[in-house]
């Protein structure tokens, strides 16, 4: 019985009980940040076609439209048609051109079009016997546009996010090479380097005409001090990619990188930037940190617009750091967590990634799919393994025979299913799956604020035997993990107008005009893979009863949101966090 009602909530979410609140940490989130290798540019839409949707929209000859639109069969509407929003359904006819700004459109058999069809940030479905007898046009990308009090369309400026700051550059251009002179965080601040702050040039050449290179030089200042002298001071990232082809579209390219960073050991649970803003106020450092010094290529293509392949190689000399002398905000009176040692040695790496990406937006996305996903094989000749309990990891040959594979994938599904309301769902994983035992900078864990934010942080982290570490550290062979959450958009209108002294002909606003009311629920569980007491079989999951899960409800206004979720396991206190950011 309790396998299907853990099924059923993870499905269809709960609201949280009326439980005692413990005192958590709270966590203070900025913008996450991809994965470098994962990462790729989403150019917003452009300017011309965000002034045509003004101008079409609020021209006084338009019908406009917002929300959820029947026509039915039989009826017609004449002149130009707006619809803000949408879902818009065609059974009729439209005699004049038809733009859907930010929905979706289906014209089904019995619907008529006499005019040009234009469809931005949704989707577009014409049924088969369905007339049309102007041009169509589709976008994906959602348009950055708001109605104003007069019901006119303007252009929606993004406000910063309470903490967001960024650098400063200088960029000038020689023929057909931009230079750009920059001075900014090259990371995150975390308890290994404090703030790294990141200078140098960066070449942008226009080579031909769908053809780009790219050079960064960057030097990486760590602005903490190293309390036993073997980290260095400054590390280097110099890379160098180029595009050939129709970009985004059909592209290939190839890349080359050296660098010598501070890499973390797993991108949850929380990202980098929000991890970030946790050290530096709360004395919370929620990642794990190694220098990572070395060299590798790779070489992509991109399948149509949506979809990019990448094959990679790298060498690597991966070594143990220690918590350096950073300084927070609050609770500087308090110890840092160590950071945990690692396998030291050289590691020769070989990989291949994809990521398909057909989401409407990146920042807060409402239709759409995300889905990445990485398979590699490393190996090394010279390692130096950590001495951990045989119940966690077998013994690591020294021979120079040492190998292993890994996977990691991410795959979130974004649906609007009414103007007002979202559905988004999440599944991840990540862990070995074949050779030799993991090295520990490639374990796992689970809990915490992102994933599973119903309990601490790593609830689960497979420390086994009796084994005891005030690191704390992932030692987990496989995690899973699943989300749900279910976003109603509320109308708040708590804005509050004032004139602009310097501009007294432009009325401003401050305040929260709307926000969504979060229903969500997580589940999942991480585990030693193998044979003997304690492991699951390579072959298989843990059981669902054996997985964590919890449910939760929250506010998100976009730029701060605050959340209750509580642990299905008896006795787990209901928990409060404060994010940034959107959950996933």
Known sequence: ???????????????????????????????????????????????????????????????????????????????????????????????????????????????????????????????????????????????????????????????????????????????????TLFLSSGGTYNRVEGLPVTLGPRFDWQAGVHTTARLDLQAIVRTAGDPTDLREDVGYIASTEWNLGARKRHAIGFGLRASQTVASIEDQ????????????????????????????????SHFGPDFRLELGARSERQRS?????????????????????????????????????????????????????????????????????????????????????????????????????????????????????????????LGGPDVLPGYDFRAVNCAAGGYSDPATPALCDRMLAAQVELRSRVHLGLLWHYRDKDHPDLDRAFGLSEADLVVFTDAGNAWLSGSGPGRVPNDRIPAFREWKADVGVGIDAGSIGAYLAKGFTSGQPVQFIVRLQQRF
Do not use: C
Request: hydrophobic share 40%; proline share 6%; glycine share 12%.
């Open 321 to 445: 750091v220690h918590t350096a002398t950073a300084w927070s905000l609050f609770r500087s009176d308090q110890t840092w967590r160590p950071n945990p040692l690692i396998d030291d040695g050289r590691y020769n790496t070989i990989g291949i990634g994809f990521e398909f990406d057909d989401r409407n937006q990146d920042r807060r996305p409402s239709a759409g799919w995300w889905v990445r996903g990485r398979v590699e094989h490393s190996s090394s000749r010279n390692v130096a393994p950590l001495s951990l309990a045989a119940a966690i990891r077998g013994s690591i040959p020294t021979d120079g025979s040492y190998a292993f594979s890994r996977f990691w994938f991410d795959a979130r599904m974004y649906d609007r299913l009414t103007p007002d309301m979202r559905l988004n769902v999440r599944i991840l994983g990540d862990g070995w799956l074949g050779g030799d035992p993991l090295p520990v900078q490639q374990r796992v864990a």
């Open 269 to 300: 649970p929380l990202s980098r930037s929000e991890d970030g803003w946790a050290a530096l106020l709360l004395r919370r450092d929620y990642r794990d940190y190694y220098i990572n010094e070395g060299v590798g290529g790779y070489f992509f």
């Open 1 to 179: 019985m309790r396998r299907y009602l853990m099924i059923g909530w993870l499905v269809l979410g709960a609201s949280i009980p009326a439980l005692r609140v413990s005192a958590q940490d709270s966590v203070i989130v900025i913008n996450p940040d991809a994965p470098v290798d994962q990462a790729s540019e989403r150019p917003g839409l452009p300017p011309g076609l965000i002034q045509h949707l003004l101008a079409f929209y609020n021209d006084s000859a338009t019908t406009r439209l917002e929300g959820e639109v029947v026509l039915p069969r039989g009826a017609r509407m004449t002149g130009p048609v707006a619809v803000l929003r949408g879902p818009v359904v065609i059974a009729g006819e439209v005699a004049g051109p038809l733009v859907v700004i930010n929905g979706d459109l289906r014209i089904k058999a019995t619907g008529v079009v006499r005019g040009d069809i234009l469809v931005v940030g949704g989707s577009f479905l014409a049924d088969s016997g369905s007339v049309r007898d102007g041009s169509t046009d589709q976008v994906a990308q959602a348009a950055p546009v708001i109605r104003n009090g007069s019901g006119l369309l303007e252009v929606h400026v993004r406000r910063q996010g309470i903490l967001d700051f960024g650098g400063a550059q200088r960029s000038f251009q020689t023929g057909q090479v931009r230079t």
